[in-house]
C-alpha cells in the first residue's frame, strides 16, 4: 500500500513538473517570437530610412549634375556653344571661352549674374561700343518671352495679336520657357517663324 501510494506520489510528480516545463518553453517561445519581431521591424525601420536618404542623395546629385547649354561670342578668345552646370556665373562661361581678347569692352557685361539654358552673351569690342554700335540698353531692347505682354510680343517681327495670345496661353498653361527654341512649342510658331524672331527674344 505504502509503494502505492509512493508510485501515485511521483506520477504525480512528473506531471506538474512536465506542466512547469511546457509553461516555461511557451513563455521563452512568445519571448523570441517577441524580440524577432522587433528585430523584423527595426530591420524594415531602417531600410525604409536608408531608402529615403538614398532617394534624396540621388536628387541631389541629379540637381548638381543638370548642365545647360550656354552661346558666348564677340571679343572672347574662343567663341562657341558652351555646356556648364545649371547654376553657373558669367565668368565661368567666359574662361572656358578662354576669356576676353584685348579689344573687349571689359565693363558691357555682368560677370557676376548666373546664366540661363539656350542664352547668348555678346562681349562687344571698345570701337563698337564707342560708336554707339551696342548700349547697356540693347539686352533690355530683348522681348523676355516669360513675362511680355500682347504689346511687347507684337513688336516682334510675323507675332501679331493673335499668336501673341497663343504665346500667354501657352505660358499659362506649361510655366515659363526654358529656351527660346521652346517657343516653336506654341501653336503656329514654327521654325521659318522662330528665324525671324530669336535674335530678338530671351528668357529671364
Known amino acids: 500500500m505504502k ?3 509512493y508510485y501515485g506520489a511521483f506520477i504525480l510528480l512528473v506531471i506538474v513538473v512536465g506542466i512547469i516545463y511546457v509553461n516555461l518553453e511557451s513563455s521563452v517561445s512568445i519571448e523570441v517570437d517577441k524580440d524577432t519581431k522587433d ?4 530591420n524594415i525601420g531602417e531600410e525604409d530610412n536608408n531608402e529615403e536618404y ?3 542623395e540621388q536628387d541631389n546629385e541629379e540637381k548638381l549634375d543638370k548642365t545647360i547649354y550656354v552661346h ?20 565661368e562661361v567666359l574662361e572656358l571661352a578662354g576669356g576676353l581678347t584685348e579689344e573687349a569692352a571689359t565693363d558691357y557685361v555682368n560677370l557676376a549674374r548666373q546664366v540661363k539654358d539656350g542664352e547668348k ?3 562687344p569690342s571698345k570701337e563698337q561700343m564707342e560708336n554707339g554700335e551696342f548700349s547697356v540698353e540693347d539686352t533690355e531692347k530683348l522681348v523676355n518671352i516669360n513675362t511680355a505682354s500682347i504689346e511687347k510680343l507684337t513688336t ?21 520657357f526654358e529656351t527660346i527654341e521652346d517657343i516653336m512649342k506654341v501653336s503656329g510658331i514654327k521654325e521659318g517663324a522662330y528665324n525671324k524672331i530669336k535674335d530678338s527674344i530671351i528668357v529671364k
Not at 72 to 91: F, H, M, P
Not at 158 to 171: C, F, P, T, V
Open 39 to 42: 528585430n523584423v521591424e527595426n
Open 72 to 91: 558666348i561670342c564677340g571679343e572672347v578668345v574662343n567663341e562657341g556653344v558652351y555646356t556648364v552646370k545649371e547654376d553657373s556665373r558669367v565668368y
Open 156 to 176: 516682334l517681327s510675323g507675332i501679331g495679336e493673335s499668336r501673341a495670345k497663343l504665346i500667354i496661353d501657352y505660358r499659362e498653361e506649361h510655366g515659363d
Open 121 to 123: 552673351i555678346i562681349f
Open 3 to 5: 509503494n502505492k501510494w
Open 54 to 56: 538614398n532617394t534624396d
